[in-house]
């Protein structure tokens, strides 16, 4: 039911009260199912964001409800002096899901899982081979999170400059370019961080080549790599981690948002020679691998991780690139569409690249929510479940809002 005291909110509210790192749409949404959110006055909107890729199951989905009724009537959090069961129940269930890892560190966010993975990276190396050993090289375009080493890591300079002094020992390179990272990895790097896919960078997916020879660089001059898949993990784009479309093996791998289907939770997948280093106290997290984010985590991967589950994915990602590509023969407004699974990003013609804020606040005012990803990348990140009659109309609505621009 729809409250009537929730009529009061507004966003100037919000502006007063709330720190202003963010600038929110002026909708609020206060209810949703499925693939849908309703704001104050009952109007729907397909939700074709996901809260940014984290409600990958949609909003309250019933066994999610579940897991977290169950779970809340036992246990909420116990802190890591003592062993819980659902932390070690996920755990099991997340190492049964790669070839490589054998241990895993739970965080409450994808920033905080990628700052583990960093950490881990420098620690086994030093004392492994010593503090000459310390460099980590990442892309360009690419972003991994907001704590300071982070973002320094990640290469979209806005987001780190203006804060002081960065780490030293980050190298930023091209993405894709094998020859930038001949150039850069050597005996001194530690370990290379990747995303498949740059998701915020304009969902850009790495090439076979390039990931294949990038996971030879790292073994020849015996560097961790780290695959990022924050965005793209959990079924994302079409297989239950993007790295598996690549035929490699990573050292790392760092996993949040559709974990927990909207519980916040992250996780930090390593493989044995990383963990036989680790010691007591090194690392930590108050919050981290707590029973209740445990719990639902757990449920979440259940439910995604059946080849029946993911092979729906790759099909609903063919009924999107029909109906966007029946959009375009229309008003002939895309160059291209590009990702993976229902990752998709939609990259503007030049003369619609100055529109994309006034396209999402347009496609918003017909009821369909979606996203930026880089200057002029349409970023769609849709729930996995979301069902077909959802995907039309919600591209339906999305034309009629590219029609008014």
């Not at 009260?17 to 309703?38: A, D, T």
């Not at 080549?209 to 994302?236: A, P, S, W, Y």
């Not at 999402?360 to 990803?373: C, T």
Request: aromatic letters at 10%.
């Amino acid at each position: 039911m729809i409250r009537k005291e929730i009529k009061t909110f507004n966003k100037k509210m919000f502006e007063k009260l709330i720190i202003p790192f963010y600038s929110p749409s002026s909708i609020i949404p206060i209810y949703g199912k499925g693939s849908r959110v309703f704001d104050r006055l009952g109007k729907d909107y397909i939700d074709f964001s996901s809260g940014i890729g984290v409600t990958a199951l949609g909003h309250c989905n019933f066994l999610i409800q579940k897991s977290l009724v169950l779970q809340s009537k036992k246990l909420w959090h116990i802190s890591n002096l003592f062993v819980n069961e659902p932390a070690i129940n996920l755990a099991q269930r997340l190492n049964s899901t790669t070839s490589f890892s054998s241990r895993v560190f739970f965080s409450n966010s994808g920033a905080e899982a990628n700052e583990a993975a960093f950490k881990l990276a420098r620690y086994y190396s030093n004392k492994v081979y010593g503090f000459h050993k310390n460099k980590i090289v990442s892309f360009l375009n690419s972003f991994h999170g907001r704590t300071f080493f982070t973002v320094c890591v990640g290469g979209q300079f806005k987001y780190s400059d203006g804060f002081g002094p960065k780490p030293s020992e980050i190298f930023h390179i091209p993405y894709n370019d094998i020859k930038a990272i001949k150039s850069v990895v050597d005996d001194s790097t530690c370990a290379v961080v990747v995303e498949p896919i740059q998701g915020e960078g304009g969902v850009i997916p790495a090439k076979m080549d390039f990931m294949q020879k990038l996971r030879n660089i790292c073994n020849k001059h015996d560097v961790l790599l780290i695959v990022d898949e924050i965005q793209t993990g959990m079924g994302r784009t079409g297989k239950l981690y993007c790295y598996e479309h690549y035929n490699i093996e990573p050292d790392i791998i760092t996993l949040a948002k559709a974990l927990g289907s909207g519980f916040p939770i992250g996780a930090t997948l390593v493989n044995e020679k990383i963990s036989k280093v680790v010691e007591i106290g090194i690392h930590g997290s108050t919050y981290g691998g707590n029973p209740l984010s445990c719990a639902i985590a757990e449920t979440s991967l259940k439910i995604i991780n059946s080849e029946k589950f993911l092979l729906n994915v790759r099909k609903k990602n063919k009924i999107f690139v029909k109906e966007l590509l029946k959009i375009n023969r229309r008003i002939n407004i895309f160059n291209e569409i590009r990702g993976k699974g229902l990752l998709l990003g939609i990259d503007l013609k030049n003369k619609y690249k100055n529109e994309i804020n006034k396209i999402i606040l347009s496609s918003a005012k017909e009821g369909v929510l979606i996203l930026k990803a880089g200057k002029n990348v349409i970023r769609l990140l849709p729930p996995l479940n979301i069902k077909n009659k959802d995907i039309k109309e919600g591209m339906f609505r999305f034309y009629k809002a590219l029609k008014n621009i």
